[in-house]
C-alpha cells in the first residue's frame, strides 16, 4: 500500500528537475528586462495558488515591469523590484536568492508573529518549569498533578527518532493525555512528520491528497495523489502499540509548512484534537531555478487538499479555537493549554 513516503518521492522528483533547469537556463543574455521576464514566465506557468491568493499575475507585471531599466540598473535595485513582485504573492516558499540578499515574503511573516498565540515566558516558567525533562527535540514536563503530559517542540528541524517517542510514551505511561505544543513551530523535515505519526493508530487510512503544476495554464495539475499512513502490523510481536489516548495539538499563525502538514494529517486519527488558532498554511511544496544573472528562486508549485478537497494554503483550522488571552497571560497562565488539559481530563 502506498504511504507517506510517496509525499518524499515527489520532493525529490522536484529536486531533480531545479537541477535540470539550472544548465537549460544559461542561455538566455544577462540583461536587467531578461532577468526580470525570465522570473514573471516561470511563475506564471508553474505557481500553484493564483487563484487561491486572489492575484492577477498580468496586472503585477503591469506595475512592476516599467520599474526595470532596459540595460543599466543597478543589481540590488533589480532585485527589490524582482522581489516585490514576489511578494505579491503573499507566499511564505516564495524566495529570491543573490550573494548578497535574500527575499522574504513580508506580509506572512508578519501575519506568523504579530498573531503568535504563545507567551514563550508563560510556558517556560510555568508549564515546563525549571525542573522540565529534554528527549531529542522535545522539552517536557507533567502538568495537572502529573495527569496529562505536557510536550513543547519548537521545530520539525529537529530530528526524531523511535527511540525518542518510546522515551516519552514510557515516561509518561500513566496520565490521561498529552499536550504537543506545536506553536510558532515553523516547519522543517517532512520525514519528521512519518515518525512522530508512528506512534498512533496507523492501518494505511488516507491522510491527504497532493498535485503538482504541470503546464502553463493556472489550472492544469497533475491528477490528486492520495497519500497514505503507513500500514503497521500490530500483530507483529516486536512492535509497539499505538497510543490510542487523547492528544491535544497546539497550534497558531507561526505553525508553518511541515507544522501545517502534519495538522492537517491529525484529521485521520480519531483521538487527536487540534487547539488554538489557524496555522499560517504554507502547504505547497515550493520548486526553484537559476535566473539568467546566476541568482536563484523558488516558489510553490504543488498544492495539497484534505480529503474532502478543501484546500488549506493559507491555514489548516483548529477544532478547537482558543486565543490566548492576556488577562491570563497577566497571571502566568497560558489558557491555551488549560482547555486541552481540561479536555484531556474529561
Known sequence: MKNIRIFLLCIVTITLVSCERAFMEADVPNKPVNVFDYLWNKV??????????????????????????????????????????????????????????????????????????????????????????????????????????????????????????????????????????????????????????????????????????????HNEFTELTTVYAEDIDYDDPFTEEPYTKPVAVLIDRGSYSATSFFALCTMAYPNIRLFGDYTGGGLGLPNGGMLPNGWTYRFSITRTLDMNGNNYENGVPPDVRVILDPACTAQGVDNVIEAAADWIQQ
Open 44 to 217: 506564471d506557468q508553474q505557481y500553484a495558488f493564483f487563484d487561491l491568493k486572489g492575484v492577477d499575475w498580468d496586472s503585477v507585471y503591469e506595475v512592476y515591469r516599467p520599474k526595470v531599466s532596459e540595460d543599466d540598473m543597478h543589481v540590488d535595485s533589480l532585485f527589490q523590484v524582482c522581489a516585490a513582485m514576489l511578494n505579491t504573492l503573499q507566499d511564505g516558499h516564495t524566495n529570491l536568492i543573490s550573494k548578497f540578499d535574500v527575499s522574504h515574503n513580508d506580509s506572512v511573516y508578519y501575519r506568523m508573529y504579530a498573531n503568535r498565540n504563545i507567551n514563550t515566558e508563560v510556558v517556560v516558567l510555568n508549564y515546563l518549569t525549571v525542573n522540565y525533562h529534554t528527549t531529542g527535540g522535545f522539552a517536557h514536563n507533567a502538568i495537572r498533578d502529573g495527569k496529562v503530559a505536557y510536550i513543547r517542540y519548537a521545530s520539525f528541524m529537529d530530528d526524531i527518532t523511535t527511540d525518542n517517542l518510546s522515551n516519552l510514551l514510557d515516561y509518561y505511561q500513566d496520565c490521561k493525555g498529552l499536550i504537543l505544543d506545536l506553536r510558532q513551530n515553523g516547519g522543517g523535515n517532512i520525514d519528521n512528520i512519518r515518525i512522530l505519526l508512528s506512534i498512533f493508530y496507523n492501518h494505511g487510512q488516507p491522510l491527504y491528497q497532493t498535485q503538482i503544476k504541470s503546464g502553463p495554464d
